[in-house]
């Protein structure tokens, strides 16, 4: 097959066809990126923290069966020698155990494995919004990075056509080496920045093969996002409401109240049923003399000396509650350091935009006008130079002013938690978080376990904690005077450079010469 052939026969093949949507990155990358499957797992494995925290309040039965053998020698008082005396036991039984209170910790551990889930649900939707942040950057990107490309490959001909008539110039007298040498120079320095940005192209794309799954072919212009607040302070409100990055934070700090409330439930009494029903013979194998067992019974069990743990465990409990809380606030500061920045962004970006289109119809008429008067003697070569560069800076900046509001405005939509394929792709299927613990809560076994969970839940102690100590602000805070520096050796001005560690010899352990086989 020719090569002109082969050309034609890519361009007429299906996936040439048709260009990449922005919409199609973001449909693959939510249904295949690991990450995003890895935080699902997550989530999943989280949810099973609940049917665990709630287990106390189903009922417990054990079927048990029991063969047993006994037989003993013992020396006989009359007789000489020993008796051996034997016994034969069998029997099965069903045991059943209900918890009947649990003094309100069951309650509490089952509110903070809720607490737990809603803040795995907030985790994968960072992470889904994070994910489909780096779709949207590197699609951007990998066009920016094209026109780039086509930019400096167009100014990179411009001055290969200048070399030439410079040279030719040159013979002719017209021109002198000088500048032959700058057109030569601009050449090898836009050839130069060419090859920068056709590597920056390949990563892009490799950024894009990596989140999305697939090699990025033709992209079309991505179409507008929605969402974008309209004002830094629209932002700010929108954050508190809908940021997942907070939200994990703030239902982690609820999460670890709740768990201050199940270690005071410590000091509560339990409450709990237990019942047996069973057949033993407890003296041979016949099963026709197995005899009915029946037991029952309910423990109270109340606590009296727990050693300290007790005490020590709501102590760290609230130290936990205290770290959760200020965790909570960094990440409020670091959400709307992060919206003051992207805001930042999309307006710089947008001025620039329309400053760099401007500079560039400025900078093409001004071009045009000097390559007429180069033409004519009137302009130097000089002139010539810097009116492309000046045209090509024009269209660097454009093109990056683009990538910059749009990558903006996806950090924005990041933060708020609105970069998700639910707002973008509204039409493709979605993964419902909820959906795995309402299914496993379905299938277990539990009649009692409404019951109790709402007779247990007043009983738990209060998560209120005291207040974290704060240190106290200083009367005249200043910083502490630097220590003049040691004259050097030799009386010069410039200090040695630091060229080892100040390692010391490792103690490794003797080496025992292993036997040969």
Do not use: C
Not at 197 to 222: D, H, I, K, M, Y
Request: charged content about 20%; proline content about 7%.
């Amino acid at each position: 097959m020719s090569r002109r052939a082969a050309i034609l026969a890519l361009l007429l093949s299906p996936a040439a066809a048709r260009a990449d949507t922005l919409a199609d990155a973001i449909v693959d990358a939510y249904r295949n990126n690991p990450q995003l499957q890895a935080q699902r797992a997550e989530l999943r494995a989280l949810d099973e923290g609940v049917i665990q925290a709630g287990a106390p309040y189903r009922m417990s039965a054990d079927a048990t069966a029991t063969i047993g053998y006994n037989e003993r020698l013992q020396r006989s008082a009359f007789l000489e020698g020993f008796s051996r005396f034997e016994q034969r036991s069998m029997g099965a039984s069903v045991s059943v155990a209900q918890l009947l209170s649990s003094g309100g910790r069951t309650a509490a551990q089952v509110s903070a494995a809720e607490a737990d889930v809603l803040a795995g649900r907030e985790r994968l939707r960072e992470a889904e919004n994070q994910t489909l942040f780096q779709v949207v950057d590197s699609y951007v990107a990998v066009r920016r990075d094209l026109e780039l490309v086509d930019i400096q490959s167009r100014s990179v001909a411009s001055y290969q056509r200048q070399v030439a008539q410079a040279r030719t110039r040159e013979r002719e007298g017209d021109l002198t080496r000088t500048d032959v040498a700058q057109a030569e120079a601009q050449l090898l320095i836009i050839q130069a920045a060419l090859a920068q940005t056709q590597a920056s192209l390949e990563q892009s794309r490799s950024r894009f093969a990596a989140v999305v799954g697939r090699n990025p072919g033709p992209l079309e212009p991505p179409p507008p996002l929605p969402g974008v607040p309209g004002s830094i302070d629209l932002g700010y409100s929108l954050a508190e409401r809908e940021s997942p990055l907070l939200w994990q934070a703030i239902l982690a700090e609820r999460g670890s109240r709740h768990r201050i409330a199940a270690e005071r439930a410590e000091r509560h009494p339990t409450i709990s049923a237990q019942g047996s029903y069973g057949y033993v013979n407890p003296l041979g194998y016949q099963v026709r003399d197995l005899g009915r067992t029946l037991s029952g019974g309910i423990t109270v069990t109340v606590p009296l000396l727990t050693q300290g743990v007790v005490g020590s465990r709501v102590r760290a409990a609230i130290a936990q509650q205290q770290s959760a809380a200020h965790l909570v606030e960094e990440a409020r500061r670091n959400v709307d350091a992060g919206l003051l920045n992207s805001w930042n962004q999309t307006v710089t970006a947008e001025r620039q935009i329309g400053s760099g289109e401007a500079a560039v119809v400025a900078a093409r008429t001004a071009l045009d006008g000097v390559k007429r008067g180069f033409a004519e003697g009137f302009r130097s070569n000089f002139e010539l130079i810097d009116s492309e560069q000046r045209l090509l800076n024009a269209q660097v900046i454009v093109a990056n002013a683009r990538y910059g509001l749009y990558a903006g405005q996806a950090t924005l939509l990041a933060l708020l938690g609105r970069l998700q394929a639910a707002t973008l792709v509204p039409d493709a299927p979605q993964y419902d978080p909820a959906a795995n613990l309402k299914h496993n809560r379905a299938w277990q076994f539990g009649p009692f376990e409404p019951l109790l969970h709402v007779l247990d839940r007043p009983q738990q102690a209060s998560d209120r904690s005291r207040a974290a100590p704060v240190p106290a602000a200083p009367a005249d805070p200043r910083i502490a005077p630097a220590p003049a520096p040691a004259p050097a050796q030799g009386g010069a001005t410039d200090r040695p450079l630091a060229r080892a560690l100040p390692l010391s010899d490792p103690i490794l352990p003797p080496v025992i010469p292993q036997e040969k086989p």
